[in-house]
């Protein structure tokens, strides 16, 4: 069954570091978002993207965060300079359609910052 | 102030204990209302999309229904598998973007 795959599981980095989260999208989708969960609290949008640009962002989704599609399979979330409350798990999906809210989650990048 | 809100935040069955969880949402223009399983330390997982009120969909032991403020994720006859974090999340106005509540932390004892 295809799946969203998400590198690394897990990351500690020290505060101001920059980071790069890296996701492989389900190979026919086309709608690609970002999440994440700071621990105990919801699941909370950070931004999506279509036909390789940001098609909505919330307001999470500041100046340090970036992403980018370089090739045809992968997709990153960039901090440009941890802070503190970044910590997270960040959590890459996908959707074929865009309109049906059914997306697929990959198991999260949780990332620690020192 | 919370567009989706969830009860109870936790709920202890024991195994074969049916009972519901509630999703109220206060969104205008809903265009889909969604539930979602999450195990701890994986990423949500997809089960329901519901579009209307009185549209209900069924899952193995699970159905979820739909009013115009509410919906309810219906557990019949519970298993110690069903344990997880269920997830309520909507989609309104000009946004295709599914908003997520806090969730219930269901647990089944055997």
């Known amino acids: 069954e295809p799946e969203v795959t998400q590198t690394p599981s897990h990351q500690v980095t020290q505060m101001g570091q920059e980071v790069i989260l890296r996701c492989v999208p389900i190979s026919n989708h086309l709608y690609f978002y970002w999440y994440r969960q700071i621990l105990g609290q919801k699941v909370e949008f950070l931004v999506s993207?279509?036909?390789?640009?940001?098609?909505?962002k919330s307001e999470i989704f500041d100046d340090q965060f970036s992403v980018e599609r370089p090739d045809g399979s992968n997709f990153t979330l960039k901090i440009r300079s941890t802070k503190l409350e970044d910590s997270a798990m960040y959590f890459c999906?996908?959707?074929?359609?865009?309109?049906?809210?059914?997306?697929?989650f990959g198991e999260g990048s949780r990332l620690t910052v020192l | 102030e919370d567009q989706v809100t969830q009860s109870p935040e936790a709920l202890r069955l024991q195994e074969g204990e049916s009972s519901s969880l509630n999703c109220s949402y206060t969104?205008?223009?809903?265009?889909?209302l969604f539930w979602y399983r999450q195990d701890p330390g994986k990423g949500p997982e997809f089960l329901f999309t519901l579009y209307s009120a009185g549209e209900e969909k069924e899952k193995e032991r699970l159905k979820a229904t739909l009013t115009k403020k509410e919906s309810f994720l219906h557990i019949t006859a519970p298993k110690p598998e069903d344990s997880a974090t269920y997830l309520c999340?909507?989609?309104?106005?000009?946004?295709?973007?599914?908003?997520f509540g806090r969730g219930t932390s269901l647990i089944v004892h055997p």
């Open positions: 999340a909507v989609e309104s106005g000009g946004s295709y973007i599914p908003t």
């Open positions: 999906a996908s959707s074929e359609s865009g309109v049906s809210g059914e997306l697929f």
């Open positions: 993207f279509y036909n390789n640009e940001i098609s909505e």
């Open positions: 969104v205008s223009g809903l265009r889909g």
